[in-house]
Protein backbone atom coordinates (compact mmCIF):
# COMPACT_ATOMS: atom_id res chain seq x y z
CA UNK A 1 0.00 0.00 0.00
CA UNK A 2 1.15 3.62 -0.85
CA UNK A 3 0.20 6.83 -0.25
CA UNK A 4 1.25 10.57 -0.93
CA UNK A 5 1.22 13.32 1.11
CA UNK A 6 1.89 16.67 -0.56
CA UNK A 7 2.07 20.53 1.38
CA UNK A 8 -0.27 22.98 -0.25
CA UNK A 9 0.22 25.71 1.83
CA UNK A 10 0.92 26.64 5.10
CA UNK A 11 0.05 23.66 7.32
CA UNK A 12 -2.73 22.36 4.63
CA UNK A 13 -1.93 18.95 2.90
CA UNK A 14 -3.32 16.81 0.71
CA UNK A 15 -3.04 13.08 1.19
CA UNK A 16 -3.40 10.85 -1.68
CA UNK A 17 -4.07 7.24 -2.09
CA UNK A 18 -3.22 4.45 -3.84
CA UNK A 19 -6.80 3.86 -5.04
CA UNK A 20 -7.19 7.46 -6.52
CA UNK A 21 -8.74 8.88 -3.59
CA UNK A 22 -7.97 12.56 -2.20
CA UNK A 23 -7.93 14.38 1.43
CA UNK A 24 -7.43 17.69 2.46
CA UNK A 25 -5.59 17.83 6.23
CA UNK A 26 -4.52 21.02 7.73
CA UNK A 27 -3.88 22.11 11.30
CA UNK A 28 -5.73 24.14 13.47
CA UNK A 29 -5.39 28.34 12.99
CA UNK A 30 -2.89 28.09 16.54
CA UNK A 31 -1.10 26.20 14.98
CA UNK A 32 -0.25 28.10 11.73
CA UNK A 33 -3.54 26.23 9.81
CA UNK A 34 -6.53 27.81 8.26
CA UNK A 35 -9.00 24.77 9.26
CA UNK A 36 -9.68 23.37 5.54
CA UNK A 37 -9.38 19.68 6.61
CA UNK A 38 -9.38 17.13 8.89
CA UNK A 39 -6.47 17.00 11.35
CA UNK A 40 -3.86 14.31 10.73
CA UNK A 41 -5.01 12.50 14.12
CA UNK A 42 -9.04 12.86 13.46
CA UNK A 43 -7.72 11.18 10.00
CA UNK A 44 -6.66 8.13 12.01
CA UNK A 45 -9.48 7.65 14.39
CA UNK A 46 -11.65 8.33 10.55
CA UNK A 47 -9.66 5.15 9.58
CA UNK A 48 -10.69 3.03 12.89
CA UNK A 49 -13.97 3.86 11.52
CA UNK A 50 -14.33 2.75 8.79
CA UNK A 51 -12.22 -0.13 9.14
CA UNK A 52 -13.84 -1.28 12.16
CA UNK A 53 -17.14 -0.29 10.66
CA UNK A 54 -16.75 -2.25 6.93
CA UNK A 55 -16.07 -5.19 9.49
CA UNK A 56 -19.03 -5.34 11.38
CA UNK A 57 -21.33 -4.89 8.24
CA UNK A 58 -18.91 -7.28 6.47
CA UNK A 59 -19.38 -10.60 9.49
CA UNK A 60 -23.36 -9.28 9.41
CA UNK A 61 -24.25 -9.56 6.47
CA UNK A 62 -21.88 -12.72 5.54
CA UNK A 63 -24.18 -14.24 8.39
CA UNK A 64 -27.39 -13.08 6.66
CA UNK A 65 -28.37 -10.31 8.79
CA UNK A 66 -30.21 -7.16 7.31
CA UNK A 67 -28.35 -4.62 8.28
CA UNK A 68 -29.66 -1.29 6.61
CA UNK A 69 -26.97 0.92 8.22
CA UNK A 70 -24.39 0.98 10.46
CA UNK A 71 -22.82 3.99 12.68
CA UNK A 72 -19.75 4.24 14.81
CA UNK A 73 -19.09 6.80 16.72
CA UNK A 74 -15.67 7.54 18.20
CA UNK A 75 -14.59 9.43 21.61
CA UNK A 76 -10.91 9.14 22.26
CA UNK A 77 -8.72 10.96 24.38
CA UNK A 78 -5.25 11.71 24.28
CA UNK A 79 -2.03 12.42 26.34
CA UNK A 80 -1.22 15.60 27.84
CA UNK A 81 2.46 16.16 26.49
CA UNK A 82 3.88 14.98 23.42
CA UNK A 83 3.69 13.08 21.85
CA UNK A 84 0.13 12.87 22.32
CA UNK A 85 -0.59 9.52 22.02
CA UNK A 86 -4.61 8.32 21.91
CA UNK A 87 -4.68 6.79 25.45
CA UNK A 88 -8.37 5.56 25.47
CA UNK A 89 -10.50 5.10 22.54
CA UNK A 90 -14.64 4.20 22.65
CA UNK A 91 -15.94 3.20 19.75
CA UNK A 92 -20.36 3.06 20.11
CA UNK A 93 -21.72 1.47 17.22
CA UNK A 94 -25.52 1.84 16.13
CA UNK A 95 -26.55 -1.02 13.53
CA UNK A 96 -30.28 -0.61 12.14
CA UNK A 97 -31.20 -3.92 10.69
CA UNK A 98 -34.40 -6.03 10.64
CA UNK A 99 -34.79 -8.64 13.47
CA UNK A 100 -30.53 -8.40 13.61
CA UNK A 101 -29.86 -11.02 16.84
CA UNK A 102 -28.03 -9.22 19.38
CA UNK A 103 -25.44 -12.17 19.78
CA UNK A 104 -24.60 -12.08 16.24
CA UNK A 105 -24.08 -8.31 16.30
CA UNK A 106 -21.91 -8.45 19.53
CA UNK A 107 -19.87 -11.20 17.92
CA UNK A 108 -19.50 -8.89 14.90
CA UNK A 109 -17.83 -6.17 17.03
CA UNK A 110 -15.86 -8.37 19.12
CA UNK A 111 -14.60 -10.31 15.78
CA UNK A 112 -13.42 -6.61 14.16
CA UNK A 113 -12.12 -5.36 17.29
CA UNK A 114 -9.68 -8.78 18.77
CA UNK A 115 -9.37 -10.23 14.51
CA UNK A 116 -9.89 -8.49 11.61
CA UNK A 117 -9.76 -4.53 12.31
CA UNK A 118 -5.96 -4.29 11.62
CA UNK A 119 -6.52 -0.18 12.44
CA UNK A 120 -7.87 -1.30 15.64
CA UNK A 121 -5.11 -3.50 16.70
CA UNK A 122 -2.53 -1.34 16.02
CA UNK A 123 -3.90 1.77 17.82
CA UNK A 124 -4.77 -0.95 20.54
CA UNK A 125 -0.89 -1.44 21.51
CA UNK A 126 -0.65 1.98 22.70
CA UNK A 127 -4.11 3.13 23.37
CA UNK A 128 -6.88 1.21 25.36
CA UNK A 129 -9.82 0.61 23.29
CA UNK A 130 -13.39 -0.53 24.28
CA UNK A 131 -16.37 -1.13 22.36
CA UNK A 132 -20.03 -0.99 22.68
CA UNK A 133 -23.20 -1.38 20.55
CA UNK A 134 -26.83 -0.84 19.93
CA UNK A 135 -29.40 -2.00 17.87
CA UNK A 136 -32.13 0.05 15.97
CA UNK A 137 -35.19 -1.75 14.21
CA UNK A 138 -35.16 -0.19 10.78
Request: proline letters at 4%.
Amino acid sequence: MKVRVKLIEGVSFVGQSESGHSVVMDGPPEGGGRNLGVRPMEMLLLGLGGCSAYDVVHILRKGRQQVTDCVADIDASRAETDPKVFTKIHVHFTVSGKSLDPKRVEQAVKLSAEKYCSASIMLGKAAAISHDFEIVEG
